[in-house]
């Protein structure tokens, strides 16, 4: 995607350093390789910032990757100021000279008001730079703007009128200000346009360069940053969601808005994206269309089946990526293939305590002189002379003239030699490297969830991080007037809510983060309310009641209101209908209020669609043909799922099919899945049973 394979955008600053603990107007940057977007990093003072991107710089190259890195603030000034202090129209005339008079330091103090000081020298009246932290300091800089005049130049550039940027690059303080990042940024810039590969733009070309350095501002996607902000660091949301939406893009219309420059981009630079805000909008928040779950128009029940494959199609991963330690990352989801670094076993070793030679030996007795010492695991390999064996230990690496080697327990010391009797293959009694995984092999494939033993086979083939998923996070809510939570005494006509803790409980066993939205009345504003605060923080929104076409259903008629919601009729029971809608781009799934039911729908069809939202793939249950513990006659059309457990072999049916009865959920181990047509079950027929566990990986 794109046309790069890394996007790097960078937040930048003029300030101090900044604290230990992440915070805001400090720098962050954010990544995106591949299309998916990362955990953005946190850089305390801009040193730091520029040996990283410098380091990021030579890495990408040297890996063959192609890396547009985008900074926000100005690359130039309005036409005709920079031919002011260097007496050239070339912008980078102008950033040498910025490099060549800046100072910086780790604590981030600098020089900047002095040189813009020194600049303001060069033009009659006050200005073109103003602001300043301390009043009586820099008199050759004005405290406030009033009394300059932009006359010679305009106060902003084309670019910024064009994407409705407030600041001015003239303004050194106060906010909105980025003039001061301008100074500081600069010299970076200049430094980091020296390296082979580089090139900027929109003053040079870009087309094949290998790394391009950008402008970019964050206000382009201000839409997208507001709804995703919640309790988040704003410069972290924005560098995350900027590189995101430049990663998702078409390569072709990332190369149009490149392409798309007003003419006064040779002097004064250009913002990416510039007019453009509506496209990088949609880019950069979670790639869900309002319509996601509309329905073929006609259909009045839709079959299981069907309505699966439906949900397989239209949904994709919403999830970002970072990278965790191999001890933080079990029950992650892979969101890359890793590989392993080193074969298993990295050298021929001797599978048992024995003695090695070299070469087998046909049937008969044989005797070999024994060598001095032994190899026991750890050991660097040596040289066996020879026709000697040597004393070697389990694991222990082959020494070289070792190939074979016979068990301790078949063989006869004596002093300094050993017998023992033959045929003894080749090879005998030890393990080739790499016979389990060779170097480069696929030691686990994105889409998976981490196991235990996926670690082992990580951490024995050399891989220390891994590059994961962001867990999904699932808002939980129950909705009905009659509901309160237990505890609390209940007046008549109320009833606990069982949903919540089971559909919690049930989110939790699969993998991914809950986020508990408790419980709304049957009152549209305050479910509306209820929606709207858990946008920023939910990637998916699970409701139990109110979900069909009834008066007190207000799930479904305020996802219809939003215009974006379906009424799925599906042939499944138990089930009533399932309302799929989106809220501010955000999937809701309203599930039926009657707790098997809920459970049912959870596990046929918003499991596998969380799965695949959180990366993981799509997700079959495993399920087993055994004899039935029971007899049924049923109806054709329905596809039904029957509460059951395993006993001795067979599958046996809770007694009530009854959907409000809790109480056989419980007693539940699995479901029994029967198909679409009319069938008659007797005691001993074959069914499908799904056990719970099944669900749960
Ligand atoms: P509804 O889908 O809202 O019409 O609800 C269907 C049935 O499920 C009603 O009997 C509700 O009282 C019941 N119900 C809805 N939500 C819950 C819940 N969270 N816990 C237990 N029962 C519920
Ligand atoms: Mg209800």
């Known amino acids: 995607m794109s046309g790069f394979d890394t996007i790097v955008m960078v937040d930048w600053s003029a300030g101090k350093r900044a604290p230990v603990r992440p915070s805001k107007d400090a720098i962050w940057i954010g990544i995106c390789r591949n299309g998916m977007s990362e955990d953005p990093l946190y850089m305390r003072n801009r040193i730091d910032a520029e040996s990283w991107l410098a380091q990021c710089i030579e890495d990408e190259q040297n890996a063959g990757r192609r890396v547009l890195i985008g900074f926000d603030f100005p690359f130039g000034y309005p036409a005709g100021f920079t031919r002011k202090i260097t007496g050239r129209d070339d912008p980078f005339a102008f950033w040498s000279l910025l490099e060549s008079q800046i100072e910086d330091s780790v604590e981030g103090t600098n020089n900047r008001f002095d040189v813009a000081e020194t600049m303001n020298a060069f033009f009659d009246g006050p200005g073109p730079f103003w602001g300043k932290s301390h009043k009586d300091l820099w008199p050759g800089i004005p405290y406030v703007k009033k009394g300059i005049a932009y006359s010679d130049f305009a106060e902003r550039r084309a670019c910024d009128l064009k994407a409705k940027a407030s600041s001015s690059c003239f303004q050194l303080y106060y906010n909105p200000t980025v003039g001061s990042q301008v100074l500081m940024g600069i010299p970076v810039l200049e430094r980091l346009r020296r390296t082979p590969g580089v090139a900027v733009w929109p003053f040079q070309p870009w087309r094949k360069a290998p790394v391009v350095l950008a402008e970019i501002w964050p206000g382009v996607i201000e839409p997208a940053v507001k709804q995703a902000t919640g309790d988040d660091i704003r410069d972290r949301v924005q560098v995350r969601l900027m590189a995101q939406a430049l990663g998702a893009l078409a390569p072709d219309r990332l190369a149009a808005m490149l392409d798309n420059t007003g003419p006064e981009a040779a002097a004064e630079a250009w913002i990416l994206g510039a007019g453009h805000g509506d496209e990088l909008v ?32 239209r949904l994709t991963p919403v999830t970002g990526t970072e990278t965790l330690p191999l001890a933080e990352a079990l029950g992650r989801i892979a969101a890359q293939d890793a590989t392993a670094r080193r074969a298993n076993p990295p050298l021929p070793n001797t599978a048992v305590d024995g003695y090695g030679f070299a070469g087998g030996r046909p049937a008969g007795t044989h005797a070999l002189t024994l060598a001095q010492g032994r190899a026991a695991a750890g050991d660097a390999p040596g040289v066996l002379p020879k026709d000697h064996a040597l004393r070697v230990l389990t694991g222990a690496a082959l020494p070289q003239g070792v190939d ?47 196991t235990a033993a996926d670690l082992a086979l990580l951490s024995a083939t050399g891989t220390a991080d891994v590059v994961v998923r962001q867990p999904l996070r699932v808002g939980v809510l129950s909705t009905g007037d009659e509901l309160v939570d237990a505890g609390i005494p209940a007046s008549p006509g109320q009833i606990y809510d069982a ?25 549209r504003t305050a479910l509306r309310a209820i929606f709207d605060d858990a946008v920023p923080s939910v990637d998916l929104i699970l409701t139990s009641g109110g979900a069909s076409a009834g008066d007190e259903d207000h799930v479904s008629a305020l996802l219809n209101e939003a215009g974006a919601m379906a009424l799925w009729r599906i042939a499944i029971k138990p089930g009533r209908p399932l309302a799929l809608g989106m809220w501010q781009g955000v999937p809701v799934f309203g599930l039926p209020g009657n707790p098997v039911a809920a459970m049912v729908c959870t596990l046929i069809f918003a ?15 495993q399920g087993f043909v ?49 198909s679409e047509p009319a069938q008659d079950i007797r005691h001993g027929d074959p069914v499908r049973f799904i056990p719970f566990g099944s669900f749960c990986v």
């Open 282 to 313: 949609a880019a950069a928040v979670p790639p869900l269309r309002n319509d996601c779950f509309a329905l073929p128009p006609g259909v009045h029940w839709t079959p299981t089946a069907e309505a699966l494959a439906l949900l397989e199609t």
């Open 404 to 450: 074979t080697v016979v068990l301790q327990e078949d063989v006869t010391r004596d002093g300094g030699s050993i017998r023992f009797a033959g045929p003894v293959k080749t090879g005998a009694n030890t393990r080739q490297a790499g016979e389990d995984i060779k170097e480069g092999q696929i030691t686990l494939e994105a889409g998976r969830r981490i």
């Open 499 to 523: 949903n919540r803790p089971m559909l919690l409980g049930l989110v939790k066993q699969f993998g991914h983060t809950v986020v508990d939205l408790g419980r709304a009345p049957d009152d």
């Open 607 to 621: 499991r596998p669609a969380m799965s695949l939202l959180a990366g993981a793939g799509w997700q079959t249950p």
């Open 626 to 674: 055994v004899p039935a513990a029971f007899s049924k006659t049923k109806k054709a059309g329905r596809r039904e799922y029957l509460r059951a457990r395993l006993r001795e072999g067979a599958a046996e049916v809770f007694a009530s099919e009854g959907s409000g009865r809790i109480s056989g959920l419980s007693w539940a181990e699995g479901l029994v899945e029967l």
